[in-house]
Each structure stands twice: as structure tokens, then as C-alpha cells.
């Protein structure tokens, strides 16, 4: 368990907290690129507690700026995109992508907006449909070339939920290997064929036809190896069956995403990130490392579960997350339906929007959990002394540095050793359309 004070030093974001501190060292998904459409490129957002508004002006440059006008204070998410910036509506004040004011038309002819009026501004770019802010200090590190950046846009998928917790209740149940086989149980297995785009209902690894589901409800004791990398941690979760060893490699990238399989075939990478203390949300990148992804299927299924425009989910607290418990008798461990985004959405949901960690009892199966929450710690306070040492930022890294991460699902046959599922992952590899020559995987273990 943490005390209270080192839940607090963990969980809070505002610019002046410590966690705060450390998130403002790293890139942060911010918007889906389809959040600013063409007709009207503008958008209000919460972003770290701080409120801010994304526009693309005509010229196709990102800006991110304070939300509010510099001059009375009104919300610029309704302003007018034009000239070249965005322009308040209440007195017509245009602010530019770096938070310049450009014009200020009511004053008299000649007026120079001084540089005290400007915007409060943020660098952003758009990477593979999401558009991502830098709200630290100095110049913002490289973009790592981790697969989801790496793989052409036909080849991934992004979307974003929201959920109503603390951003760490989020990450932590990324990294927690053991639940999968309660939380996400099934109690008969479906059609592996039928499984496109929905996650633990296929095959339980690349060289084995045995379901998923029925993989995590007969073994449901894993074995769990966690190791630091230079990018935060990989995870090995390692079930034993009469067939063979199955292992499972996921991963937990700094500050808050999480890598792991989706199917044999494919990839997701995850960020929590906070809108403020008690919400925030989840970003994922689907990659595929086969055929070109069906992104309007994808789409369209999770649309399912959530409500436009701000991706809120359709089972919630308010209606019980569906929770049916005819269907927890028969069919799922949860009775919530077959999302497991909704499994998940209720267990980081349901303790509060900040868990109190002070009065957990941590069992053997939470010691990723135990590593990621050290490892936080740490970065935390090298943070606030200046020291730029952190994963997936190390001081004189660029983007190549930072490859991959692997993660996949493996079958192994008796006798073969553990690390025989690095052989698969570099098959899988080898053999996806966009990966070159030099597409191999190096990970830095840290002491």
C-alpha cells in the first residue's frame, strides 16, 4: 500500500504537483484528428486541469492556446477560424497557432497588440489521427518510432473513451496481468473467425488455435515476470497448460500507456491521460502487423459503446454499467456485456475517483503494479531536480532509440525455453509489410 501523502504525490496533475511535473515532461494525446473537421476545425478541451483550445488554421497549422480570451475572458472555443488564426467573437481579436494576438479591430488604426495580451500557447503535432500537445518546459523530446508511430496510417486505427477516475486507476489496470482472467471471463468460447476488432475473443496466440477465452478462464493463475526497460517495463504473464507454456508480453510505456496484443495479428497502445484529477482518457492506436487494418469496422464498433461528442461511454455508473445479472450467471463473469472496455471501465470506476491506495492489501499478483508504482516515484523526483534521465526521454536519446515494444501471445511447446517467444515475436515482425530490414526491437534493460 502508499501512504496518503504518496497517493496524492502520485495521482495529482495541476501544473504546480510533482506528478504534474513529470507529465508535462512528455507528449499528450489531446484530440482525435476527426474531432477537428474540416468545416470547423476549432475545439475546446481539458488537458492536464488546464483548458485550452485546439484550432487548424487555413494554412493547416495545429495551435494549442488558452481557452479563454486574453482580453475579457470569453470561451475562444467558439471563436471564428479565419485570417490565418482564431479569432474571439466578442470584440474580434485574432490570436495565431503560437498565441500571438494579430489584430485587435476595435482599438484605433495602427494598433500593435502588445506582447502581454498574447495567448498562452502549447507545440502540438499530429501523429496517426491524434493530435498530441507538449506542455512542458524547453524543447520537446522526439517522438519515439514505437511500431504504432512507425506502421503506415493504413495499417492503424485510433479512438478514445472517456472514463471518470484518476488517470492512475486507468494506467494500473494496464499493468496488471491477473484480472484478465476474472474481469474478462467468458463462460463459452465463440468462433475465433468472427473476432475482428474485439479484444481476448480470438485465438490465444500466433501458433495456436486454442481461444482465447478459454485460455484465461482454465489458467487462471499466471506466473508474473516484470522487467524496467529504458522505455518503463515489460511484462511477461506465464500460464501453464497440459499443451505447452503460454506466454504473454505486454508492456507499460512512460508516463501512462500501455502496449500489448489484441490478436495474434495485431497491436494496441494505450495512453491514460488526465483531463484533470478525477477523469481522464484512454487513447488507443490499434497496429497491425498483417493485413491493412478496416478502420471503418473498428469505427463502427466501438461507436457501439460510446456517444459523440465527447466519446462518452453508453454504460456508465448511472445505468450500471448494463450490469445484467441473468448474463453474470450464465454467460460473463461481470454481467456487462462483451466490451471489456466496460469491464474495465467499472473497476477503475467504482472505488472513487481517487483510490486510496493507503488501504490496499497488494497480494504476489500486483507486482507489476509494485514496480510501476516505484518506478513513478523515482522519475517523479528526478523530475523536480531538473534531471532529464527518465524512460522513453533519456537525455541525448532521439526517436530511434525507442523501438517496438514487443508484444505478443505465444504458445510454447513443452520444454521450449521461456525466451523461445522472442523467436515468434521476430517471425511476426519480419513478416509485417512495413517493416524494413532494420525493423528489429532494442530494449535497454534498467537496473
Excluded at 5 to 18: Q, V, Y
Amino acid at each position: 500500500m502508499l501512504t496518503a501523502a504518496e497517493n496524492h504525490r502520485l495521482t495529482r496533475i495541476g501544473r504546480g504537483e510533482p506528478a504534474g511535473k513529470l507529465m508535462r515532461l512528455y507528449w499528450q494525446p489531446a484530440a482525435l484528428s476527426e474531432e477537428l473537421p474540416v468545416d470547423r476545425p476549432v475545439r475546446g478541451i481539458r488537458l492536464l486541469g488546464e483548458d485550452l483550445v485546439l484550432f487548424r488554421n487555413q494554412a493547416g497549422e495545429l495551435g494549442a492556446i488558452g481557452r479563454y480570451c486574453t482580453h475579457r475572458g470569453v470561451d475562444l472555443a467558439y471563436g471564428r477560424c479565419e485570417n490565418g488564426g482564431l479569432r474571439c467573437p466578442f470584440h474580434g481579436w485574432l490570436f495565431s497557432t503560437d498565441g500571438t494576438c494579430l489584430e485587435r479591430p476595435a482599438e484605433p488604426a495602427g494598433d500593435k497588440p502588445p506582447r502581454a495580451v498574447a495567448a498562452n500557447a502549447y507545440p502540438c503535432v499530429e501523429r496517426k489521427g491524434i493530435i498530441w500537445v507538449y506542455m512542458g518546459p524547453d524543447t520537446p523530446p522526439a517522438f519515439p518510432d514505437l511500431d504504432c508511430f512507425v506502421a503506415p496510417d493504413s495499417h492503424s486505427f485510433a479512438f478514445k473513451g472517456l472514463w471518470e477516475c484518476n488517470w492512475l486507476q486507468a494506467a494500473e489496470v494496464g499493468v496488471d496481468p491477473a484480472h484478465a482472467s476474472f474481469l474478462h471471463r467468458f463462460f463459452e468460447d465463440e468462433d475465433t473467425s468472427q473476432s475482428y476488432g474485439r479484444q481476448f475473443r480470438d485465438r490465444g496466440a500466433v501458433d495456436s488455435d486454442l481461444p482465447m477465452t478459454q485460455l484465461l478462464r482454465e489458467y487462471p493463475r499466471p506466473k508474473i515476470k516484470p522487467s524496467r526497460t529504458d522505455y518503463g517495463m515489460q511484462i511477461a504473464s506465464i500460464r501453464e497448460t497440459p499443451i505447452g507454456t503460454h506466454v504473454r508480453v505486454t508492456n507499460q510505456i512512460f508516463p501512462h500507456a500501455i502496449c500489448i496484443p489484441m490478436s495474434p495479428t495485431m497491436t494496441i497502445t494505450q495512453w491514460h491521460v488526465p483531463i484533470d484529477d478525477e477523469s481522464c482518457y484512454w487513447y488507443s492506436i490499434f497496429t497491425s502487423f498483417d493485413a491493412p487494418v478496416d478502420a471503418a469496422t473498428m469505427r463502427e464498433q466501438r461507436l457501439r459503446e460510446h456517444q459523440l461528442p465527447d466519446y462518452r461511454p453508453l454504460k456508465n455508473r448511472h445505468n450500471a454499467y448494463g450490469f445484467d445479472p441473468r448474463e453474470q450467471a450464465a454467460r460473463t463473469y461481470t454481467g456487462m456485456g462483451d466490451d471489456i472496455n466496460v469491464h474495465d471501465q467499472w473497476a477503475v470506476e467504482s472505488p472513487g475517483p481517487i483510490t486510496d491506495r493507503s488501504r490496499e492489501h497488494l497480494a504476489t499478483t500486483d507486482i507489476a503494479i509494485v514496480q510501476y508504482r516505484r518506478a513513478l516515484m523515482e522519475a517523479i523526483a528526478m523530475a523536480e531536480a531538473g534531471e532529464n534521465d527518465l524512460p522513453l526521454r533519456a537525455a541525448g536519446s532521439s526517436g530511434g532509440d525507442y523501438r517496438g515494444p514487443q508484444a505478443i501471445d505465444v504458445l510454447l511447446s513443452p520444454g521450449e525455453p521461456l525466451d523461445a517467444w522472442r523467436d515468434r515475436e521476430a517471425a511476426r515482425r519480419a513478416n509485417a509489410p512495413w517493416v524494413d530490414a532494420a525493423g528489429g526491437v532494442g530494449v535497454t534493460e534498467r537496473a
